[in-house]
């Protein structure tokens, strides 16, 4: 028995290394410090202005990207903070050629505030986007 205890060990042993620790993301926590307020998209720049990040060049189509040309509108609400915390699709045409799945893949972006907006006021704003076939 002792001989082939070595045997038994060593199959506990791989399968007790193959577990992996589940990871847990830090998600940030929304911040609204005064009530959101709805604005047209050409206001945005007097609030919150994007970001400057360096451009990723992509190998593939992403997968939130829906095949075909279409265009639509969606509404994004940034927090005091400067996170775009949700996205909603209002609509698209051709009709279901984006969908609010889709939607909640896109990449999510950050906001700096406006220096005319000292006291970071939470904004929702309506956006446009349209996807053309390249001939």
């Known amino acids: 028995m002792n001989k082939y205890m070595p045997l038994l060990f ?9 577990q992996t620790q589940l990871e847990t993301v830090q998600v940030p926590q929304a911040v609204f410090n005064t009530k ?9 720049n007097q609030y919150w202005l ?5 451009p990723v060049m ?20 940034i927090d005091s903070n400067g996170n ?20 909640n893949k896109m990449p999510k972006q950050q906001y700096v505030p406006a220096a005319s ?9 309506k956006m446009d986007f349209e996807v053309k076939r390249m001939n």
């Open 84 to 103: 775009e915390v949700s996205k909603e699709l209002i609509s698209s045409q051709p009709e279901g050629w984006m969908t609010q799945a889709l939607v």
């Open 10 to 18: 060593l199959p506990a042993m791989m399968l007790t290394a193959c």
């Open 117 to 125: 907006n000292i006291k970071r006021v939470p904004v929702k704003v």
């Open 50 to 54: 994007l970001e400057q990040i360096k």
């Open 36 to 44: 959101v307020i709805t604005i047209e998209n050409s206001q945005l």
């Open 58 to 77: 992509l190998n593939k189509r992403p997968d939130w990207l829906p095949r075909g040309a279409g265009k639509g509108e969606y509404y994004i609400t």
